[in-house]
T-cell receptor, first 112, second 116 residues
Framework: DAKTTQPPSMDCAEGRAANLPCNHS???????VYWYRQIHSQGPQYIIH???NNETNEMASLIITEDRKSSTLILPHATLRDTAVYYC?????????????FGKGTRLSVIA | GAGVSQSPSNKVTEKGKDVELRCDPI?????LYWYRQRLGQGLEFLIY??????PDKSGLPSDRFSAERTGESVSTLTIQRTQQEDSAVYLC???WGFGETYNEQFFGPGTRLTVL
């Protein structure tokens, strides 16, 4: 699986959009981008994933650049409960249910 | 419905003792994973069960670590002769195991192990 690079920490004001970047310059054509988050003292939680088109669900939006070498997870209206470590993971399309490979992620602090 | 549950939530043990950690996956999930998370670090994969296939043990750090799974239900992670470096949160996850595409992994709350 391709390696990802994320900033170690970010701050965001409550109610504002949180934009979390991820670089994956060695991504291959059959690898997806996944995002998970881990709130303090809890297990990781799936957020969203995508291949090359932008994706949106009830939790977040995922913007993937045209060359697919980077992506941004957007939380449109951050709340205090969004304070967590956010993990960007790149993974082969047909890796089935094999284990996830987590980096150190970005620690997002939402400030009132 | 019920999520992944783990027990105990906290375990304090003395160096050299054996410990058993339990995971109850979501009913019907055929894939089960164990991960370890040391303080301030990301998750490390330990072992993976998929249906009746032989488990993938490639992440186990030493032969003191072992895990079993009863059918497609409960799993137990055993650490023998615990060492202080085994102190961590041990996380279990489960997912649907069918098909080649990705199936979301649902994580339990973890067991915090402290070895004195």
């Amino acid at each position: 699986d391709a390696k990802t690079t994320q900033p170690p920490s970010m701050d965001c004001a409550e109610g504002r959009a949180a934009n979390l970047p991820c670089n994956h310059s060695t991504i291959s054509g059959n690898e997806y981008v996944y995002w998970y988050r881990q709130i303090h003292s809890q297990g990781p939680q799936y957020i969203i994933h995508g291949l090359k088109n932008n994706e949106t669900n009830e939790m977040a939006s995922l913007i993937i650049t045209e060359d697919r070498k980077s992506s941004t997870l957007i939380l449109p209206h951050a709340t205090l409960r969004d304070t967590a470590v956010y993990y960007c993971i790149v993974r082969l399309l047909y890796s089935g249910n094999t284990p996830l490979v987590f980096g150190k992620g970005t620690r997002l602090s939402v400030i009132a | 419905g019920a999520g992944v549950s783990q027990s105990p939530s906290n375990k304090v043990t003395e160096k050299g003792k054996d410990v058993e950690l339990r995971c109850d996956p979501i009913s019907g999930h055929t894939a089960l994973y164990w991960y370890r998370q040391r303080l301030g670090q990301g998750l490390e994969f330990l072992i993976y069960f998929q249906g009746n296939s032989a488990p993938d043990k490639s992440g186990l750090p030493s032969d003191r670590f072992s895990a079993e799974r009863t059918g497609e239900s409960v799993s137990t992670l055993t650490i023998q002769r615990t060492q202080q470096e085994d102190s961590a949160v041990y996380l279990c996850a489960s997912s649907w195991g069918f098909g080649e595409t990705y199936n979301e992994q649902f994580f339990g709350p973890g067991t915090r192990l402290t070895v004195l």
